[in-house]
């Protein structure tokens, strides 16, 4: 094969590769919801009571989570090159401000009201839930808002 | 009062798959799972990558995934679509406003000792709180 030829093979395969990770770190991570239950509203929304009946399985969620992350975190920082041997891209932003502040208490508002965040939001797409779609769009909607009325203030 | 009718051990397992899921994406693409990150690059097209597009459509074939080893769990979506609304609007604003979720900042950002994700988790757990403390406490609804 020529240089030119042996070059686009191996981007090829590792663009298939990084696809296939993708797909399969988005197959587990869905699993990995629907087996801890938070893909049901009710149960985010218990652990949120907690001045009521209060469901603690969501901090469990977490916990479990974060033990093996925090293992993955640690590898991926002795290892500065990932898998298919690019630089691992993390955010840099250190500073706390009112945009962060401002924006996680606007995301916990809507999140205490229906109990669905955006992961398990496209989960119950996918499980045919109708509400999940009026949710979804409303998501995006948000998205977009921000992005061309919000953010172009910001800056 | 801890509702112990209602806790479910298991999902600490859940949680654990969740974690693997992470760090296969770290590890793998070196790319954070912040779900509300990776669903507005989706919804921008501008510079969206395939393995993003990819990642969203694990998410939504993953009931199907499941159901071949075990039946869904009860699910009970009891808000109105009024509700509906306004939450998502607020989940899209805010993930974005803020920089992330519960997956990028919960769980991404926690296990990488972040300053930022830490204060980003602790806001939006006491506004979720208060909300359906509100809601559930004193109005009596959702």
């Given amino acids: 094969m020529s240089k030119n030829g042996l070059l686009k093979n191996n981007i090829s395969k590792r663009n298939f590769l990084k696809n296939s990770i993708g797909l399969i770190s988005g197959l587990l991570f869905g699993v990995g919801l629907i087996l801890s239950q938070m893909v049901n509203p009710q149960k985010v929304l218990g652990f949120l009571n907690v001045f009521g009946a209060w469901d603690i399985s969501l901090a469990l969620v977490m916990g479990g989570a974060l033990m093996v992350s925090v293992v993955g975190v640690y590898i991926a920082k002795h290892n500065p090159k990932n898998l298919i041997g690019e630089p691992i891209v993390l955010p840099n932003k250190t500073i706390i401000d009112k945009p962060l502040i401002f924006g996680a208490a606007l995301f916990g508002i809507g999140w205490g009201i229906a109990g669905i965040c955006p992961a398990p939001a496209i989960v119950l797409l996918g499980i045919g839930q109708w509400q999940a779609l009026v949710f979804v769009v409303a998501m995006v909607i948000g998205i977009i808002a921000y992005q061309q009325l919000i953010k172009p203030k910001l800056s | ?142």
């Fill in chain 2, 1 to 142: 009062m801890v509702d112990w009718q209602s806790f479910t051990p298991i999902s600490l397992i859940g949680g654990l798959v969740i974690g693997a899921a992470a760090s296969m994406l770290l590890l793998g693409i070196g790319r954070i799972a912040g779900v509300s990150g990776i669903t507005a690059s989706v919804v921008r097209i501008k510079n969206v990558e395939a393995w993003q597009v990819l990642f969203l459509l694990g998410l939504i074939v993953s009931p199907l995934i499941y159901q071949l080893i075990a039946p869904l769990p009860t699910i009970e979506v009891t808000s109105s679509v009024p509700l509906l609304i306004i939450a998502g609007l607020l989940v899209g604003i805010g993930t974005q406003l803020g920089s992330g979720c519960t997956s990028g900042h919960g769980i991404c950002g926690l296990a990488r000792f972040s300053k930022r994700s830490l204060v980003a988790v602790l806001t939006f757990m006491a506004t979720g709180i208060i909300t359906v403390t509100l809601f559930q406490q004193v109005f009596g609804l959702i």
